[in-house]
């Protein structure tokens, strides 16, 4: 074997996975012309295209399809052997990053990241906010955090963070004006703010349970939001009913700018799950984020 026929071989599965020069630079750390260059050199190399380039995208050619399936395991078998060589040669350290909702920064990053970097100085951490469904080791993300039921049955999921509900509120000035529901079916004559996923474009159904009787409302409103946050200030302002995460009414509801409405009804929310590609090893730094986070859970 030729001491060059390894080269561009890692960055040829980061364009490959990425679907882009500009993707697998971010992922490799590097600038995009040596993503290029490196792949120029690679197809030289091999002596066909591995490629289809246009000025939007980035696709394989059929050999290039091949040559993936063949090379990715014993890619990922070196990278893997040598993270863990470096995991035995020092304590955690390298860049963690993360993609996750804003629900999940708010509810179990955010309280707990000041603490878990001053105990890892050798780790740094990006945070991807992004509330669509993503393919994370395509993207080049160590792991994500998504409610229980979006995470897919061939990742591993460790839950995380505290317990969550749906919360019904609304503004006390919007209840004065129309009315206190008293039972789910009475906010179909309501102006409620409505969430559109991003992921699937479409709107969120509210659920209800109690006593063993279940619904869904497609409820209605003249608001559609796609951030939560902006949400509870439209809630705030008086524009209608919401139905938000518990976390974040909380401190509106206990200064009195918002009151919780049919609390009876609203069932707890699937655990937040942090999750990550079914490997035989979890690289230290994602390890160490794992049992802090359980510890912080503990607590």
């Keep these: 074997m030729r001491q060059d026929q390894l080269d561009g071989l890692v960055t040829f599965v980061a364009v490959a996975e990425t679907r882009g020069f500009s993707a697998a630079a971010v992922r490799l750390g590097v600038t995009p012309s040596a993503v290029s260059q490196a792949v120029r050199q690679l197809e030289a190399r ?49 860049l963690l990053r993360l993609n996750v909702p804003r629900a999940a920064y708010m509810f179990v990053l955010r309280p707990a990241i000041g603490r878990f970097l001053r105990a890892y100085p050798d780790i740094a951490v990006e945070v991807s906010i992004d509330s669509a469904l993503v393919d994370i080791v395509g993207l080049g993300f160590d792991a994500g955090i998504r409610f229980g039921g979006s995470v897919e049955h061939d990742m591993v999921g460790v839950r995380v963070g505290p317990p969550l509900a749906n919360c019904i509120v609304a503004a006390p000035r919007y209840l004065a004006g129309r009315g206190t529901p008293t039972h789910p079916r009475e906010l ?42 902006m949400m509870l ?19 509106a509801i206990e200064d009195g700018r918002l009151v919780r409405l049919l609390a009876d009804w609203t069932p707890p929310l699937p655990d937040l799950t942090l999750y990550y590609p079914d490997r035989r090893r979890v690289p230290s730094k994602l390890r160490a984020l794992i049992d802090f986070l359980r510890a912080e859970n503990a607590g």
């Design 46 to 94: 091999v002596g066909v295209p591995l490629f289809n380039r246009t000025t939007r995208s980035v696709s394989l050619t059929e050999a290039g399809g091949r040559f993936l399936e063949r090379i990715r395991p014993a890619v990922q078998e070196l990278a893997s052997a040598a993270e863990e060589l470096a995991d035995n040669a020092a304590r955690p350290s390298g």
């Design 188 to 229: 179909l004559a309501h102006d409620c703010i409505g969430f559109r996923f991003a992921s699937s474009g479409q709107l969120e159904r509210w659920d209800f349970e109690k006593d063993g009787e279940t619904m869904t409302l497609p409820v209605t409103g003249r608001l559609v939001l796609n951030d939560v946050a």
């Design 233 to 251: 200030e439209a809630t705030i302002d008086g524009i209608g009913i919401a139905n938000l995460i518990s976390g974040y009414a909380e401190r």
